[in-house]
């Protein structure tokens, strides 16, 4: 990222801090302009305490000025981009597959599963190797293993990306894991399949994802940078050198699960597994990606306790819903249909639900946006569109989410609700679910913090104050 560009980008106040509507009433009227992309980058990187114990990393929306990948890149259209949700498939996938691995339970997996939904992911930008190569990856706390695509790499086994190829061959700390460790026998346990090669390297591959795409390569240490002068040795990643299938121009992906190949878990002694982000709004702002969280500062948070996935599955970081409101009601939902938990997802776009939740959350949405037509269903699977043409103001009905525990939380209006002009809500097939997905739009602007000391998850609307 140029220095001007990340000037521009570099501001005093945090959209987190900036209320987008009223949250005394039910219902927020927004200007139709919300929904367009902002001019202005924000950025609370200059707010996070300049605590040793924490890291912060600027997170940006990975389609917005402030990417650094830029305007160079053609942007996608919705429909591709909710075709390339990769990384949801990637955490139904998976967790399907650790759980046949780990017990015989006999669940069924809904088809509607199986539509990609892509688009309104969330990178960082981070050095790797020495000297420092940067790198715009898309945070993903659904998997753990953290990878970049590597010279060499013909242009049939690399997608095009921003930025350069990391060449490991150009830094001088780069190192290979050799396949007789016991870290490339646990890449079979975690579902990213050690394998040897000839020269006793540890080999590695990820998927395929949902869409087909897949990546492989060599398991690899090396000093990651997360910020100036703050780094991390000898960090354990993937280094890519063949990437099949549809991918963005993100350069690789950054794992934030609780398993042992996670960034979370390799820097455990020093950040003590704890973590926050927040969500930029739309384009065009900025967030954070917080490494370590000083226990004493949980004003503003609600919390619900977390819950791992299944035994043995650490990846995940999951919760329970209890129920929704829409307008300050709350909708009639059975609180057993919840049973399963969702995921807490970053690298999903729209939120799952069990199919009876989704359909009461679907109507009580609908009545309360009879003012505008309806769009027929989208053909990725979003059902709730509108065709908002001549409004120049819309009103979007508040929408809360009440966790295990009492935890409640009002999403953002409307950048927490709705994604483009749809719900960003999708219901499976049916009730009998493995789990459900809380997604990252419903997240946006809370700073969402991932405890796993305490065994909970908090989120709240306001990053703290430096
Ligand atoms: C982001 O900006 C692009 C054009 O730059 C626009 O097509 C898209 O709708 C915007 N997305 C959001 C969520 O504002
Ligand atoms: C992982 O499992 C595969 C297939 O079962 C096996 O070939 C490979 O040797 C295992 N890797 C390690 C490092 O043990
Ligand atoms: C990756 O995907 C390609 C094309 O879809 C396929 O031919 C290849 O076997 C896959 N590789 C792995 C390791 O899954
Ligand atoms: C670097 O990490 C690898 C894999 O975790 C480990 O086997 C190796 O001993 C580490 N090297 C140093 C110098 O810490
Ligand atoms: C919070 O804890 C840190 C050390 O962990 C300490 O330096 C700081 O003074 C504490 N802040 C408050 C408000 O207690
Ligand atoms: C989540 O719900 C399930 C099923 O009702 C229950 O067994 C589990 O204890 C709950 N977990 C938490 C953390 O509330
Ligand atoms: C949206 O509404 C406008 C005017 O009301 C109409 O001209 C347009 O065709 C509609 N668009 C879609 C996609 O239905
Ligand atoms: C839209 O809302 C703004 C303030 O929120 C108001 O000034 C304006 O009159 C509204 N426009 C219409 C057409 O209702």
């Given at each position: 990222m140029g220095s001007s560009h990340l000037l521009l980008c570099v501001l005093l106040w945090s959209f987190c801090l900036i209320a987008l509507g009223s949250t005394e009433h039910n219902i927020v009227v927004v200007p139709t302009s919300s929904f367009a992309s902002e001019s202005t980058c924000f950025s609370s990187l200059s707010h996070v305490p300049s605590d040793p114990s924490r890291a912060s990393v600027p997170l940006v929306h990975r389609q917005g000025p402030c990417a650094p990948s830029g305007s160079s890149i053609v942007k996608p259209s919705f429909q591709e981009m909710l075709r390339r949700d990769a990384r949801r498939n990637h955490i139904i996938s998976k967790a399907v597959g650790l759980t046949t691995?780990?017990?015989?339970?006999?669940?069924?997996?809904?088809?509607?599963?199986?539509?990609?939904?892509?688009?309104?992911?969330?990178?960082v930008t981070l050095g790797i190797g020495t000297p420092a190569v940067e790198q715009t990856v898309l945070i993903d706390t659904g998997s753990d293993l953290s990878w970049v695509q590597c010279q060499p790499c013909i242009s049939t086994e690399c997608y095009p990306q921003k930025d350069p190829l990391f060449d490991p061959r150009k830094s001088s700390t780069y190192g290979t894991i050799s396949c007789q460790s016991g870290e490339c026998k646990n890449l079979n346990r975690t579902g990213y399949h050690g394998d040897c090669t000839d020269d006793n390297v540890c080999r590695f591959s990820i998927g395929p994802y949902g869409d087909g795409s897949n990546t492989s390569g060599v398991y690899s240490t090396d000093t990651l940078t997360l910020a100036p002068g703050i780094t991390i040795r000898n960090f354990s990643f993937g280094c890519g050198h063949d990437q099949q299938g549809e991918n963005d121009k993100y350069d690789g992906l950054l794992g934030l699960g609780g398993a042992p190949e996670s960034l979370v878990s390799q820097t455990a002694e020093r950040y003590g597994r704890a973590f926050s982000y927040c969500l930029p709004p739309g384009n065009g702002t900025a967030g954070f990606l917080s490494l370590g969280a000083s226990s004493n500062n949980t004003a503003g948070f609600v919390f619900t306790p977390m819950h791992q996935f299944a035994p043995g599955v650490s990846t995940f970081y999951m919760v329970n819903l209890s129920g929704i409101s829409v307008e300050g009601k709350q909708v009639d939902i059975p609180p057993e249909i919840f049973s399963k938990g969702m995921i807490v997802d970053s690298g999903s776009i729209v939120t799952q639900l069990p199919k009876t939740a989704y359909?009461?959350?679907?109507?009580a949405f609908r009545s309360a946006m009879s003012a505008y037509p309806l769009l027929p269903p989208n053909e990725d699977g979003l059902d709730t569109c509108y065709n908002f043409t001549g409004h120049s103001n819309i009103t979007v009905p508040k929408v809360s989410l009440m966790f295990s525990g009492g935890a409640t939380i009002d999403l953002d209006v409307p950048s927490g609700v709705m994604v483009e002009d749809c719900l960003a809500f999708d219901g499976d097939s049916s009730d009998n679910v493995l789990f459900g997905v809380l997604g990252n739009v419903n997240q946006r602007t809370f700073e969402v913090l991932y405890d796993s000391g305490r065994g909970n998850i908090g989120f709240r609307p306001e990053p703290a104050e430096a």
């Open positions: 691995t780990l017990s015989d339970a006999s669940v069924s997996i809904p088809t509607a599963l199986g539509n990609a939904v892509d688009s309104l992911e969330y990178v359909l009461a959350l679907q109507s």
